[in-house]
């Protein structure tokens, strides 16, 4: 709850007091303050500092924060605060977009510590509006327009099936609380040996595809490589780590709820899983622009978490966790690296901007390396240890599932070699920027590395 | 034995990061000074315990742990893994020797030797990790390393290509790898070696999960080994400058494989099924290998394929459950096959970056030290009677006869052909007429010192190497010191092979004469009668042999030479070409041509997507409707 | 867990909504008939003034599809933002007593967030109209 108040009263003060003034500031300014959001997060988490007071203040039954709560929230604070950080540089005036950013981190934190389905879908959709102006917020641009007016209605249709959705389980069960729509099925099969009402699966559908679009999983990800390209970068690297993050804890809380009756539902996550990794990682092969295929990317990525849906017990959150730090960290890294060596429009963002980089910049040519490993999964990285908890747990039951993933992990070697071919193995014609912030980068990579190479200590500390 | 580890690592920080701003010889004396180092305490270690049996283990920190599993990064210097960390550092202090004076002039040095000390400390990794998980870090390291070393010269684009090609190939095997250790954690509940070995040497594992994991392992080995069908990345991976080649696709990475096999003996033993297919696997490569040496004139690809060849030959060792022997075998041919990279490596640098043996020739004069290790190189390899790969490939050759005689056959016939391409590359390089216009005769030169000392000190291990593991008509005071020192590191004992003393004289006799008729076959065609390879045309050549007065040569061409040239070619051509690629690159290109046709899906079109969001959503409503 | 199995009972079903469906038909039904029967049964001549739209006051100059400025919108969505706060309201004042302080306390922090938005809305100019 701490971090909705802050974040709240900080989007307020930023949008009161930058008004017609440049945005570079309260970049900064914004980002420092969800750095400290993130660290009461994990003193919260720790159980350092109690917060508890704060939420009596708000309905009871409707959210949670326990510690794994705390920690999703500070993953996605931290997220948001680099993003501001390293994309800060900007010329527009008006601090609109930075609010925006935070109204939407707090529909992301809603997301995380929901606890009955109205809060699940305002949260959502606290999430999704901002983003619908985000995504076309360059407005002198006509792909971002259209990113716009793509990811708007198709968001609309998405939300509507999802709201359905929740009728549907209201009609079902007659609670909207989390807990309870999951124990009436799960007591139903356990005690008289039950199958799932028709109800009651209609909407457990439905809910899911609201969002499966929302973490892009094929065949609902259609939106996303549009959308991801037509949106300013810093847009990109929000919707696609921060919508995702969110939208997968929700979605493995929910299912969590649901794990009573996990034969009714487990098939169908399985055949999206491999339909996402397969096509996410195979329609990456053909892309030019690194937009496109960090958004293919990330579809694949969520073809894999689409594993942890089916895995998650109470004490798995490290999994995730793990998984979506590595995963977040390194594409906005490589994502905002690209941002930075282009020149200066944002069109057609293609992998010529890191040609020559090993010459001119070799210490950013070998951070790049390292954020290209990690997403691939690469070992002594984060993005191997997550890949590797994930899988290791999901083979004793989705044995299959497991092989597709080592096959997409695989192909996936086939697009994330093109960055480091063109930073290493060609020279480059174009000059290339500098590369500013370049403390950050070393940061991620650092964490990176950290978590890759002292897994269990890092995650030990942390407490997951 | 952290420092065994860390003082490659050391080296790769210090020149990777501060190498740019310090002379050359500086860094190069840094990096080679940290692997000698290495090879210092290793040896230290090994003369202190390993000789004496015992194994030092060491835990550095937990790397994972989750719910049972945990895994450490912990390392076991054994007598296996001791054995293995002395070739690696042994001779990776040679080969960083060699360098210093090979890449003097290229622009790329702090990095070269940075990748080459990164290599070394990876490679350590692998053999001196005590459980899979280390084992496959350092496999990804290694691969990583040849990646970057084959892809050195960056700017031309068919190196970039060939260091793709090897990373691609080797990534297959390494889902193989991968498949296998999640199989095993599924079954063991543990990577760590110990507590694997001894649950499967209890025997309740059902056979054919053993055999399951025990093959995909050898996928795994498969493409770090290069064995059909995943060989062909090596001859490619010769892009590399020569000293990398001589390090990691001869000497050591390559034989990562082998070690894994080894390593896993407990399991490969009691997999019969398994086995088997390592052996043919083994034997078709190394068949296949040696033909198509026959036919090439690129004095690094000759062997190359001479490399994939004697890999096989090892996992034909292994299939047979002759592990001592593959690993003697490893250890002779790193030796010999060390050398013969580095020779002709001095080569090329004698001849100013020319790997044509075409124009080469004569060279005898030109660079003695060279042209007499070489030779010392060529014989061992060759199986000249007393030198190391003559003990050794017989070794596996009496394993192979007791296993069964076609086999026995079959290996005789690749190790022939084996003297039969190494001389007809020797005899044209370094004998003859010098045939190169475009470089004059009198600019060719000897290498400098820094390389060949360890020319001479390879060439000295290359004669002497066969004294590790003498057979047993040596007398038993002094044969099969490997063997009884590798004996405590098996959980199963070896077959010793049953053979009548008479039988194996005989063996022994038919080895030497086929090593007798190469020789001369190589020596008639290509000093007798002095041919070079490109003019050779023996296939339409049947008039000129009546006319021509070498009539003897003639019939050894006819009846010998051609018949195993003509079979080179039609492996080269037919087998390598069309099925081997052709495959191999339809199933490459596939996730491409259904690339473009997801693109094809992903029109852009708002309305598309809205249906074919809602033909899902109807499908998924669907099957849970009915 | 006695309390959730019995609610099992007065649980919907799918069978519930048959009742909806079964209006839904009617009212569907309704106008397909009519407009059908008075098709049907009525005379159609067909003349040139009944074939045009029905229309008072001035004369069609155009098309009806003309850009018109962005501030029309800016008010118009502004507009409904705060109709369909003064909408809470009603639910707001029907309960009124029963809500007691704690429901006033949060209407008041509903209330102050729009005002604050309002603010915004004002001070960042969107509600002037000439610049």
């Known amino acids: 709850m701490i971090s909705i108040y802050i974040l709240f009263i900080t989007a307020v003060l930023v949008l009161f007091l930058g008004l017609n003034k440049s945005e570079t500031k309260f970049g900064y300014f914004t980002s420092l303050i969800l750095i400290l959001t993130t660290i009461l997060c994990v003193a919260g988490a720790k159980g350092w500092m109690n917060f508890d007071k704060l939420s009596t203040w708000a309905p009871q039954n409707m959210m949670f924060f326990g510690p794994s709560e705390y920690l999703f929230t500070a993953l996605i604070t931290f997220i948001v605060a680099i993003v501001l950080w390293i994309f800060a540089e900007n010329k527009e005036i008006g601090t609109d977009r930075i609010g925006l950013i935070l109204f939407a981190t707090i529909g992301a934190i809603m997301m995380i510590g929901y606890q009955h389905m109205v809060v699940l879908f305002l949260g959502l959709e606290t999430l999704s509006i901002p983003l619908f102006v985000l995504a076309g917020s360059d407005r002198e641009r006509l792909s971002s327009n259209e990113a716009a007016i793509k990811y708007f209605l198709m968001g609309a249709f998405s939300t509507a099936i999802f709201l359905l959705g929740i009728a549907f389980l209201y009609g079902g069960t007659g609670t909207m609380e989390l807990q309870a729509i999951g124990l009436k099925p799960s007591f139903m099969h356990a005690l008289e040996g039950m199958a799932t009402p028709v109800m009651i699966r209609i909407g457990l559908v439905l809910v899911s595809i609201g969002l499966l679009f929302k973490i892009s999983a094929a065949p609902f990800h259609f939106w996303s490589p549009d959308v991801y390209e037509g949106s300013p970068n810093r847009i990109m690297a929000f919707m696609s780590t921060v919508v995702k993050s969110a939208a997968f804890v929700a979605f493995s809380k929910l299912m969590l709820a649901f794990s009573g009756v996990k034969s009714d539902w487990d098939y169908w996550i399985v055949a999206i899983a491999i339909l996402t990794i397969l096509w996410g990682n195979i329609a990456a092969l053909k892309q030019n622009s690194v937009k496109r295929t960090l958004a293919y990317s990330s579809i694949a990525h969520a073809g894999y978490l689409l594993m942890y849906v089916l895995i998650a017990t109470e004490a798995s959150d490290f999994i995730l966790f793990v998984y979506l730090l590595s995963y977040a960290l390194s594409s906005i890294a490589l994502l905002a690296m690209a941002h930075q060596l282009q020149l200066d429009t944002e069109e057609n963002l293609n992998f010529d901007v890191f040609k020559g980089l090993s010459k001119k910049q070799p210490a950013m040519a070998l951070l790049l390396a390292i954020f290209v490993f990690s997403t691939a999964g690469i070992p002594v990285t984060a993005g191997f240890a997550a890949k590797f908890y994930l899988f290791s747990s999901t083979f004793a039951s989705y044995p299959l599932l497991v092989f597709v993933g080592l096959l997409g992990s695989a192909i996936s070697i086939g697009y994330y070699f093109k960055f480091i071919k063109s930073a290493y193995l060609e020279t480059g014609t174009s000059d290339n920027r500098i590369v500013e912030n370049r403390w950050v980068y070393w940061l991620l990579a650092m964490v990176l590395v950290a978590v890759g190479v002292f897994g269990a200590v890092v995650l030990q500390f942390v407490g997951v | 034995m952290s420092i065994i580890i860390l003082l490659p690592l050391l080296g790769f920080l210090v020149s990777g990061i501060v190498g740019k701003y310090l002379p050359k010889q500086v860094v190069g004396l840094i990096s080679t000074a940290a692997v000698v180092l290495s090879f210092a305490f290793a040896l230290h270690m090994f003369l202190e315990k390993s000789i004496l049996g015992e194994a030092v283990s060491q835990k550095w920190f937990t790397f994972l742990q989750v719910g049972g599993l945990q895994i450490d990064v912990a390392f076991t210097f054994d007598r296996l893994s001791g054995w293995m960390t002395l070739i690696i550092t042994g001779i990776g202090s040679l080969i960083h020797l060699y360098s210093m004076g090979y890449m003097k002039e290229d622009e790329g040095y702090y990095k070269f030797f940075a990748y080459l000390n990164l290599f070394v400390f990876n490679m350590l990794l692998l053999v001196l990790g005590s459980n899979f998980i280390m084992l496959f870090f350092g496999w990804e390291g290694v691969g990583l390393c040849s990646y970057l070393l084959i892809g050195f010269w960056y700017k031309n684009l068919n190196y970039g290509k060939a260091a793709r090609k090897a990373f691609v190939m080797n990534r297959i095997g390494d889902l193989g790898l991968l498949l296998g250790l999640f199989l095993i954690f599924k079954e063991f509940k543990s990577f760590d070696y110990t507590i694997v070995f001894d649950q499967i040497a209890a025997g309740n594992t059902p056979a054919h999960v053993l055999t399951a994991i025990a093959l995909l392992l050898f996928v795994g080995a498969m493409g770090k080994s290069a064995q059909i069908p995943l060989y062909t990345w090596l001859p490619d991976a010769m892009a590399g400058p020569t000293p990398v080649s001589a390090l990691i696709h001869a000497a050591t990475m390559v034989t990562a494989g082998v070690y894994l096999v080894v390593r896993s003996q407990a399991l490969y033993f009691q997999t019969a099924l398994a086995s088997d297919v390592i052996m043919w696997v083994g034997l078709a490569t190394s068949l296949m290998a040696a033909l198509i040496g026959l036919k090439q004139n690129d004095i690094k690809k000759v062997l190359a394929y001479s490399t994939v060849s004697q890999l096989g030959l090892m996992f034909v060792a292994l299939g047979c459950g002759a592990y001592t022997a593959a690993m003697f075998h490893l250890t002779t041919h790193a030796f010999f096959k060390a050398l013969l990279f580095l020779g002709s490596g001095s080569v090329i640098h004698g001849m100013h970056h020319e790997q044509d043996i075409r124009k080469m020739g004569g060279l005898k004069s030109k660079m003695p030290i060279t042209y007499f290790t070489f030779l010392i190189g060529t014989l061992a390899i060759t199986g000249f009677p007393f030198l190391s790969g003559f003990f050794s490939k017989d070794e596996i050759l009496l394993h192979a006869f007791s296993h069964s005689p076609l086999v026995w056959g079959l290996s005789l016939i690749s190790a022939s052909i084996t003297g039969f391409y190494m001389f007809r590359m020797f005899f044209v390089t370094f004998h003859g007429k010098y045939r190169n216009t475009h470089y004059p005769l009198e600019k060719v030169h000897e290498s400098p010192i820094t390389m060949t000392l360890p020319l001479l000190i390879l060439a000295v291990l290359s004669v002497l190497g066969g004294l590790l593991n003498l057979p047993h008509y040596f007398g038993h005071n002094v044969a099969g010191a490997f063997s009884s020192y590798l004996a405590p590191m098996y959980k199963f004992a070896e077959h010793s092979p049953e053979v009548s003393a008479s039988t194996e004289w005989l063996l022994l006799a038919a080895a030497v004469s086929v090593f007798i008729i190469a020789f001369v076959a190589m020596r008639m065609k290509y000093i007798s009668k002095n041919s070079v390879p490109e003019e050779d045309d023996s296939m339409s050549g049947l008039g000129k042999v009546l006319a021509n007065k070498f009539y003897v040569d003639e019939i050894y061409d006819a009846g010998v030479v051609a018949p195993i040239e003509i079979a080179g070619t039609v492996t080269d051509g037919l087998v390598d070409d069309i099925a081997i690629k052709g495959i191999t690159d339809s199933i490459g290109k596939s996730p491409n041509w259904i690339s473009s046709l997801l693109s094809r899906v992903q029109n852009g079109n708002i309305e598309y997507y809205l249906i074919y969001m809602v033909i899902a959503v109807s499908i998924l409503l669907a099957i849970n409707l009915f | ?131």
């Open chain 3, 1 to 131: 867990m006695l309390d959730l199995l019995n609610l099992r009972t007065n649980m919907s079903t799918p069978e519930s909504y048959i009742p909806i469906l079964l209006q839904m038909g009617v009212a569907v039904g309704f106008v397909v008939l009519t407009l059908s029967i008075s098709h049907l049964l009525g005379p159609s001549r067909k003349t040139a003034k009944k074939e045009d739209n029905f229309e008072c006051g001035i004369e069609i100059k155009g098309d009806a599809r003309f850009p018109v400025s962005v501030k029309y919108f800016l008010s118009a969505i502004l507009f409904v933002l705060f109709d369909v706060e003064v909408i809470f309201f009603y639910p707001y004042a029907v309960n009124f007593k029963s809500m007691g302080w704690d429901g006033f306390m949060a209407v008041l922090a509903f209330v102050s967030i729009f005002l604050m938005g309002f603010l915004y809305v004002w001070k960042r100019g969107a509600l002037e109209w000439e610049k």
